[in-house]
C-alpha cells in the first residue's frame, strides 16, 4: 500500500512569488491534515479535510494560503505571494476515518522562501 | 488543550530498552496518549497510543500511570534506527477534528 506523498520535495521561491504544494493521501482516506514547522519552532496543525470538505482551518495562519482538495482526492497548499517567515517543511498527512484514527504522515515538502 | 512535557534530550546505549517519560497532568479522562516519532528529514511515524492501559505493539510498549498524569514509552532494544525526536501527544477535540498538537519532544541518541 502507497503511503502519503508530497510534491515537491523542496521549493526555493523569491518573495512575492506563488508556490503550489500537492498531497496525495492514502487512498481511500477521508480525512487529509496540513500541518507545517517553521523556523525550528513545532510542528504546528493547519487545517483538515473530510473528503472535499474543509472540516476544521483554525490553524491556517492568513489569508495568503489556500488549501483545496477538489473531489476529495489530492489537495493543494498554495502559498500567494510568499514571505521568508513561511519557510519550512510543510507536511501532509490522511487517516480514514475521524475520531482516533491513526494520522500518516508524508515525508513533507521543504519550502525555503528567499 | 492538555499539554504534554517531555526531556529536551536522552541517550541510550544500543541494545538496551530506552524509557522515554512524558507528564500531562491536565489531561482529561476521554484523552489518549499518541507518541510519534521523526527520524531526521522524514514525517512523524506513528508509534503507539493508550487511554489507561498498558499497551504494547510491534514497536514499543507504552505504560501510563493510573492516575493518567504521565506516562513512559519503552523501546526494549534500542537500535541505532531509533535514533529520532519522539512526541508524546493528547488527542483533542477541536470543531470536530483530531489535530495532534505537537510539542518540542525528546530528542532520543541511540549510542553504538
Known amino acids: 500500500e502507497a503511503g502519503v506523498t508530497q510534491f515537491p520535495s523542496h521549493s526555493v521561491i523569491e518573495k512575492g512569488q506563488t508556490v503550489t504544494l500537492r498531497c496525495d493521501p492514502i487512498?481511500?482516506?477521508?480525512?487529509l491534515y496540513w500541518y507545517r514547522r517553521v523556523m525550528g519552532k513545532e510542528i504546528k496543525f493547519l487545517l483538515h479535510f473530510v473528503k472535499e470538505s474543509k472540516q476544521d482551518e483554525s490553524g491556517m495562519p492568513n489569508n495568503r494560503f489556500l488549501a483545496e482538495r477538489t473531489g476529495g482526492t489530492y489537495s493543494t497548499l498554495k502559498v500567494q505571494p510568499a514571505e521568508l517567515e513561511d519557510s519550512g517543511v510543510y507536511f501532509c498527512?490522511?487517516?480514514?476515518?475521524?475520531?482516533?484514527?491513526?494520522?500518516?504522515f508524508g515525508p513533507g515538502t521543504r519550502l525555503t522562501v528567499l | 488543550d492538555a499539554k504534554t512535557t517531555q526531556p529536551p534530550s536522552m541517550d541510550c546505549a544500543e541494545g538496551r530498552a530506552a524509557n522515554l517519560p512524558c507528564n500531562h497532568s491536565t489531561i482529561s479522562g476521554n484523552e489518549y496518549v499518541y507518541w510519534y516519532r521523526q527520524i531526521h528529514s522524514q514525517g512523524p511515524q506513528y508509534i503507539i497510543h493508550g487511554l489507561k492501559n498498558n499497551e504494547t505493539n510491534e514497536m514499543a510498549s507504552l505504560i501510563i500511570t493510573e492516575d493518567r498524569k504521565s506516562s513512559t514509552l519503552i523501546l526494549p532494544h534500542a537500535t541505532l534506527r531509533d535514533t529520532a525526536v519522539y512526541y508524546c501527544i493528547v488527542r483533542v477535540w477541536g470543531q470536530g477534528a483530531q489535530k495532534l498538537v505537537f510539542g518540542q519532544g525528546t530528542r532520543l541518541t541511540i549510542n553504538p
Open positions: 487512498s481511500g482516506h477521508d480525512n
Open positions: 498527512a490522511s487517516s480514514q476515518g475521524q475520531g482516533l484514527d491513526t494520522q500518516y
